[in-house]
């Protein structure tokens, strides 16, 4: 009678242990698909754009750094939130938010006065080299029910006179689920659907300010370079002409562009109606 209970007991100790080596196993695959990822983006490429590939169906954080160029970026101010074109190449030392965005970053680049900052929310840019982090949310989720142990005292279950065969691990592994794409939340979708139209609407009010160094083609002036300017006023020095310095107020003028001149940009300064 000993030896049977014996039995018994080793044969269901060897059946729980490989039950909880199978729920390891599943749990472990679980985190592994959603489990975090480095993305490359290569030089040239959209930043906004491929973070949005990249994000597709997504709930998570994004974190990037590298190096950026043709930035555009959103600064927060007491009115309306201005957006600026810094020029040139620039540090990015921190890009960072919700998957799908906005993505608020910080940049940085050597100047004639010492280190240049910039920091805002990201427009667009392009991809001089940069490396993105993903952390989906579903690799914070996923936690192995805790399965609790047998009571030392409990008396065992009767069971036929006849040994029972030994269990293998195959007999009490589940089979893994058919892969299930993940779906976007209600949330996300529309987080993102608001924060769209917010940009639409927002891009469509905002004024283009050109910046020092940037050229301008004034409707009467000619050619000209911006060398300083705010949001209501720039001061340009006509490039065609004898050099004279001119002072113009932007809300009488249409602001379009840029485009390219020889490596600057080159805004078109309009009379408006």
């Given at each position: 009678?000993?030896?049977?209970?014996?039995?018994?007991?080793?044969?269901?100790?060897?059946?729980?242990?490989?039950?909880?080596?199978?729920?390891?196993?599943?749990?472990?695959?679980?985190?592994?698909?959603?489990?975090?990822?480095?993305?490359?983006?290569?030089?040239?490429?959209?930043?906004?754009?491929?973070?949005?590939?990249?994000?597709?169906?997504?709930?998570?954080?994004?974190?990037?750094?590298?190096?950026?160029?043709?930035?555009e970026l959103?600064?927060?101010?007491?009115?309306?939130?201005?957006?600026?074109?810094?020029?040139?190449?620039?540090?990015?030392?921190?890009?960072?938010?919700?998957?799908?965005?906005?993505?608020?970053?910080?940049?940085?680049?050597?100047?004639?006065?010492?280190?240049?900052?910039?920091?805002?929310?990201?427009?667009?840019?392009?991809?001089?080299?940069?490396?993105?982090?993903?952390?989906?949310?579903?690799?914070?989720?996923?936690?192995?029910?805790?399965?609790?142990?047998?009571?030392?005292?409990?008396?065992?279950?009767?069971?036929?006179?006849?040994?029972?065969?030994?269990?293998?691990?195959?007999?009490?592994?589940?089979?893994?689920?058919?892969?299930?794409?993940?779906?976007?939340?209600?949330?996300?979708?529309?987080?993102?659907?608001?924060?769209?139209?917010?940009?639409?609407?927002?891009?469509?009010h905002e004024?283009?300010?050109?910046?020092?160094?940037?050229?301008?083609?004034?409707?009467?002036?000619?050619?000209?370079?911006?060398?300083?300017?705010?949001?209501?006023?720039?001061?340009?020095?006509?490039?065609?002409?004898?050099?004279?310095?001119?002072?113009?107020?932007?809300?009488?003028?249409?602001?379009?562009?840029?485009?390219?001149?020889?490596?600057?940009?080159?805004?078109?300064?309009?009379?408006?109606?």
């Amino acid at each position: 009678m000993l030896v049977e209970f014996a039995v018994r007991f080793r044969d269901t100790s060897e059946v729980r242990r490989d039950f909880v080596d199978a729920k390891r196993l599943q749990s472990h695959e679980a985190g592994h698909m959603a489990s975090p990822r480095i993305v490359s983006i290569g030089r040239g490429e959209d930043i906004v754009n491929s973070l949005t590939d990249a994000c597709r169906g997504l709930d998570g954080w994004v974190q990037a750094t590298g190096v950026v160029e043709a930035v555009e970026l959103r600064l927060v101010g007491d009115g309306a939130d201005p957006v600026r074109a810094p020029r040139g190449r620039l540090a990015l030392v921190a890009l960072a938010g919700p998957a799908g965005g906005p993505y608020m970053v910080t940049l940085s680049r050597a100047s004639e006065a010492g280190a240049e900052v910039w920091a805002g929310q990201l427009v667009r840019a392009q991809s001089d080299g940069v490396t993105v982090f993903i952390v989906p949310c579903e690799a914070t989720e996923k936690v192995m029910p805790e399965i609790p142990a047998p009571k030392p005292n409990a008396a065992p279950t009767p069971t036929p006179a006849a040994v029972p065969a030994k269990v293998t691990p195959a007999a009490v592994q589940p089979k893994d689920p058919p892969p299930v794409a993940p779906a976007q939340s209600d949330w996300a979708k529309a987080a993102l659907a608001s924060a769209a139209v917010r940009r639409a609407a927002e891009a469509e009010h905002e004024p283009i300010v050109p910046e020092p160094g940037d050229l301008v083609q004034h409707f009467s002036f000619g050619l000209c370079e911006v060398l300083m300017g705010d949001d209501e006023r720039l001061k340009i020095r006509d490039i065609d002409g004898p050099g004279r310095i001119r002072e113009i107020r932007l809300d009488m003028l249409t602001v379009t562009g840029p485009r390219d001149r020889e490596g600057k940009r080159l805004y078109r300064l309009e009379r408006k109606n």
